[in-house]
């Protein structure tokens, strides 16, 4: 079965940065998207970074162009979200997310497209 294991949280200050990763296994096939989501409390969970199977193609919220960046080692099969100049509107529980696709260059942005998911991870930026 498909298992998704994120690491990479923590608890830091406002303009720290943090590297997040997430493992897969179990994937039956290398044409496959994977995705970053966060879930702050009380608010649905958002989407954050995509990247396509070939990583040739990468997609982020507004709120974190130009500070996060999604990339992925296919070899290791592990995605990573590198985030920079955190804010404290970053705190939330960062989930990565994958599924299959027909093309190797498709992005999967829209949180139900998704089929396998993470455990999650917890990212506090403290002000």
């Known amino acids: 079965q498909v298992q998704l294991v994120e690491s990479g949280g923590g608890l830091v200050q406002a303009g720290a940065s943090l590297r997040l990763s997430c493992a897969a296994s179990g994937l039956t096939s290398n044409s496959y998207a994977m995705g970053w989501f966060r879930q702050a409390p009380g608010k649905e969970r958002e989407f954050v970074a995509a990247i396509s199977a070939s990583g040739s193609r990468t997609s982020y919220a507004d709120s974190v162009k130009g500070r996060f960046t999604i990339s992925r080692d296919n070899a290791k099969r592990t995605v990573y979200l590198q985030m920079n100049s955190l804010k404290p509107e970053d705190t939330a529980v960062y989930y990565c997310?994958?599924?299959?696709?027909?093309?190797?260059?498709?992005?999967?942005?829209?949180?139900?497209?998704?089929?396998?998911w993470g455990q999650g991870t917890q990212v506090t930026v403290s002000s």
């Open positions: 997310a994958a599924d299959y696709t027909n093309w190797r260059d498709t992005l999967v942005a829209r949180r139900d497209d998704y089929h396998y």
